[in-house]
């Protein structure tokens, strides 16, 4: 397991990105797997660069793991911000109407349905937010 | 990201090249807001966007709905990837859009 600690703000997206998409990518990763990577990575990151420790500035931990039989990466985010369950957020209604779509709640739904599991932890004061994805 | 702006009569054709993310989505809310007084149709171009996220699915839902009580919008020419987004979220559903 590699890990990489960094300040959560949203200028450090791509060192973020770039953390993940590098190994998918030596792994010789679909342009479509890295693409819905890079946006389940984004959706987490802002959430916690935005969130986690406003009005501060905290750090991130990220680790990534990855298995061959079937091949998969294992994504673990870890924060000491505010307590803060994404999974518990209500998906949006993408049936809604125009007038009736909210504006929030878009970003975790993706995450989910780019992901094959995910799960959310608080322990020792941190977040842990862990997905895996199968490629 | 770049935004390339045409302006026709009362069309407005809005080129977005590049990836609109949450580190640019604010650029695109902040174009709309200063070029829509007017406007009866907004095209976005979307040929040269590779990737979106919901920051930028806001800011075009943001777009709509404005354009919804002066006009119409669509989305032209978009890309195989931000198409399955579009498709994921709904959005393909709420919005004209021209392969």
Do not use: W
């Amino acid at each position: 397991m590699e890990k990489f600690t960094i300040e959560a703000t949203l200028e450090n997206l791509p060192a973020v990105t770039e953390f993940i998409t590098s190994s998918l990518e030596e792994k010789d990763c679909s342009i479509k797997i890295i693409m819905q990577m890079e946006l389940v990575i984004e959706e987490i990151y802002v959430n916690v660069a935005s969130y986690a420790y406003r009005p501060n500035i905290g750090t991130v931990t990220i680790y990534k793991s990855f298995e061959d039989t079937p091949p998969a990466i294992t994504v673990t985010f870890v924060d000491s911000g505010t307590p803060y369950n994404p999974l518990e957020h209500e998906d949006p209604d993408i049936n809604a109407g125009i007038d009736a779509r909210q504006i929030g709640g878009l970003g975790i739904f993706l995450v989910k349905k780019n992901v094959d599991e995910i799960s959310y932890e608080r322990k020792d004061g941190q977040n842990i937010l862990t997905f895996k994805k199968f490629f | 990201m770049e935004i390339k702006k045409e302006l026709n009569g009362t069309t407005l054709i809005l080129k977005i090249i590049g990836r609109l993310d949450a580190s640019n989505a604010q650029e695109l809310t902040g174009t709309l807001n200063s070029s829509l007084d007017g406007v009866k149709e907004l095209i976005f171009d979307l040929a040269d966007l590779k990737y979106v996220a919901s920051a930028g699915l806001r800011a075009l839902l943001m777009a709509q709905k404005r354009m919804n009580k002066q006009g119409s919008m669509k989305l032209r020419h978009v890309d195989e990837t931000v198409m399955e987004v579009l498709e994921m979220t709904g959005f393909a559903d709420l919005m004209t859009i021209e392969k």
